[in-house]
Every structure is written in C-alpha cells, then in structure tokens.
C-alpha cells in the first residue's frame, strides 16, 4: 500500500492530495496545523487550516490566501479525504486526518492533552499511521496539572506584590502567556505584556477566547504599576535593556523544560513553572495509544528514545527528518510566534528519572 504522506525536501507531502503539511519551503498548497513559525511559514501558494486559527494566522503572516474550514469538517482534496481536528496545543491547533488508498493516517503537529480555556481540547483520531511529535520524549517529562502551577504562579506574583516588586514571567508569546493570562488571579495587580505579546492577544479576543484586560508595558504611564504587575514576556526579552524599566523585579519562566535540574540556574531566573503546551511522556504514550494505530512517524524531539518505546511495544516505528522545532524562529522579541525550544538537550536521562 502506498504511503499517504511522505518526506520531500519541502516538507511532509500528501501524493494523493497533492499538498504539504507544514512545508518548510515554499509550495503551491500547505496546510498548517498551527501558527507557531516552525510550523507556518511565509511563501506558499493556498493555505488551509482551522478556522480558529484565522486570526492568529493572519497575526503571523499577513494577508494570506487562506481557506479554514471547521473542526471535523470532511473535505476532498484530488483523491484524498481530508478534515481537520483539535490537537489542544495553541488557538487553531489541528491534526491532519487524511483518508485515501483504504487507509486512515493522521499527522497531529504539535499537540498536548490537558484541556484548559484559551484552545480546543485535543481529540483522539483513530488511524492506521499516526505522525507524532516528541518534544518532550523523555520519561523525565511528566507535567504537574495545571491548576497547581497556576497556584504556584499567583503566590509568587502576589508575594512579590506585598515587596512592591515586579513579576517577570517569560513565557512563549503565541499560546503559553495567553494561557497563563486567562488562568491566573487578575484581582492579584495589572496584567501587562511585551509588545510581541500584544498582537496575538488581539487575534485571540477576536477569535472570541475571553482574556483579563491587559495593556502593553509601553503604555503603562505610572511605573508605580508595575510595583504589582505580572509582566508577560518573550525570553529573549531576559536580560535586555527592556527589563530596565521594572526597577525592582522577580524573573520567571514558564516552560516544560523547566522540569530538568539546573535549566533554572542556567538562566539564572528566580523561579522556574513547569507548563508547557505539549504531551509529556506519559500524554505521548497515552495519544499514540487512544489513536490505535499500529504504526507510529516520529518527526522531532527525542526521536531516537521515542522510535525504540514504540518498537518495544510492539508497533512499527520510524521517523522523519524534518524542521520543526527552530530554536530561534519563536524565542525573538521581534516575533509573536512561540514555538517551545529546549535551552539546553541532556546528554541523558535515566529511564526512571521523574
């Protein structure tokens, strides 16, 4: 049976659907399974992907020709049967279910399983042949529920606003500070943002997520504001002539990779808040097993340590080499994407390290 999808030098491509699927060269028709810049780029010809992700698109990559359709909505695209669904990463994250030759494959993109406000929450496909990411492939990897980090959040940033001192937390400007926004305490002080965070704030009320008010770092008059402020900001803000502005502060950032021992004292941050936007080890495990299908394509992260799990459970596996997961397309104060990007890979890690 032939392949649904494979590697070219543009990207992963649907012969029977003559498209790619998050191309890192410019083709004639992509779709995108959501708009952090790895995976969304500018040059193609016709874009498809969710109509949630519309906005925030369009926030990205400017006036695209651009088709969406609805979550679950089949279309036909030459002799493949496509629709999109939810993949619980980012606003407008989808997996890519395609149907032709007899065979089912789904290409999930980025995705994580823990359901929260600012996104649909992921949805199981069953298929043949799933594609799967494995950012955080490791079974160090095992994310504390949300609600505990956000706990964790607000007694810091409520703490530092009893010392009259800002709260920095650097998060990804595309889906992590939304997400963070929507679920801290807005009664704790003034929400204030970079201003790479700003326009995607906009594609998101525009989309209809229900955010705090928030007002740029730029138009805040008083900086006695900023004395109780949680300030939302891009890493590569860290350290520049932009924190000036704070006085005193306390730094944070919020990412999975915060769960390794030392990626804290690295980058010599005051406090470190395990929340990221993909599966962790065991949410790996448990969408490659919810989906069913009994081969599974690993294209990035801990691809090795993944393909020899799945091997050992019995599955086919394999992987393809691809460009996602750029370390500087989303960690930029000039760029309102968000893509997480570990700061330092371990040479390795137990298999039982938790």
Same mark, same amino acid.
């Given at each position: 049976?032939?392949?649904l ?6 990207g ?11 191309p890192w060269?410019?083709v004639a028709r ?5 708009a952090h ?7 193609h010809?016709?874009y498809?992907a ?9 926030a ?7 088709q969406?359709?609805a ?10 049967r496509?629709?999109?669904?939810p993949?619980?990463?980012?606003l407008?994250?989808a ?8 065979s ?7 995705y994580k399983?823990e ?6 929450a992921f949805?199981?496909v ?7 990411e494995?950012t955080?492939?490791l ?7 949300q609600h505990e980090?956000?706990a964790?959040?607000d007694?810091w940033?409520?703490?530092?606003? &009893?010392?009259g %001192?800002a709260? $920095? *937390?650097f998060?990804y400007a595309?889906g992590?500070?939304q997400?963070? @926004?929507? =679920?801290?305490?807005a ?6 943002v ?8 906009e594609?998101?009320?525009a989309?209809?997520v229900a955010l ?9 008059a008083?900086p006695?504001d ?7 900001a891009p890493p590569?803000?860290a350290g520049?002539?932009w924190m000036?502005r704070?006085g005193?502060?306390?730094?944070a950032?919020?990412s999975g990779w915060m769960?390794?021992?030392g990626?804290r004292?690295?980058? &010599?941050?005051d %406090?470190?808040? $395990? *929340?990221s936007?993909?599966a962790?080890?065991?949410g790996l495990?448990? @969408?490659? =097993? ?8 690993v294209?990035h992260?801990y691809?090795p340590v993944?393909?020899?799990w799945?091997?050992?459970q019995g599955l ?6 691809t460009?996602?997961g750029?370390e500087?397309?989303d960690?930029s104060?000039d760029?309102s994407a ?6 330092v ?10």
């Amino acid at each position: 049976m032939t392949d649904l999808v494979i590697r070219r030098p543009e990207g992963l491509y649907c012969p029977a659907g003559d498209f790619f699927i998050d191309p890192w060269r410019p083709v004639a028709r992509a779709v995108v399974t959501h708009a952090h810049a790895d995976h969304a780029r500018t040059g193609h010809g016709d874009y498809l992907a969710a109509h949630d992700a519309r906005h925030v698109l369009r926030a990205r990559l400017g006036q695209i020709r651009l088709q969406t359709v609805a979550y679950g909505q089949p279309l036909t695209i030459g002799a493949a049967r496509v629709s999109l669904h939810p993949a619980g990463h980012v606003l407008g994250s989808a997996q890519v279910r395609i149907e032709a030759q007899g065979s089912v494959w789904v290409v999930s993109g980025d995705y994580k399983l823990e359901p929260e406000a600012t996104c649909a929450a992921f949805e199981p496909v069953p298929c043949d042949t799933f594609i799967t990411e494995s950012t955080f492939g490791l079974p160090v990897y095992r994310w504390p529920p949300q609600h505990e980090v956000m706990a964790a959040v607000d007694a810091w940033w409520a703490a530092n606003a &009893a010392a009259g %001192r800002a709260s $920095v *937390l650097f998060c990804y400007a595309f889906g992590k500070a939304q997400r963070i @926004a929507a =679920a801290v305490d807005a009664a704790i002080g003034p929400i204030v943002v970079h201003g790479a965070v700003a326009p995607l704030n906009e594609a998101y009320a525009a989309s209809g997520v229900a955010l705090p008010p928030m007002r740029c770092v730029s138009e805040v008059a008083d900086p006695a504001d900023f004395k109780h402020a949680l300030v939302l900001a891009p890493p590569s803000a860290a350290g520049s002539p932009w924190m000036k502005r704070f006085g005193a502060y306390s730094d944070a950032f919020a990412s999975g990779w915060m769960q390794l021992r030392g990626a804290r004292r690295r980058r &010599a941050l005051d %406090r470190g808040f $395990v *929340l990221s936007d993909h599966a962790d080890w065991p949410g790996l495990q448990q @969408a490659i =097993a919810a989906c069913g299908a009994r081969r599974v394509i690993v294209t990035h992260g801990y691809v090795p340590v993944m393909v020899r799990w799945l091997r050992e459970q019995g599955l086919q596996a394999e992987s393809f080499e691809t460009e996602y997961g750029d370390e500087h397309a989303d960690d930029s104060a000039d760029d309102s994407a968000a893509a997480e990007v570990a700061p330092v890979q371990p040479a390795a890690v137990p298999a039982d390290s938790e």
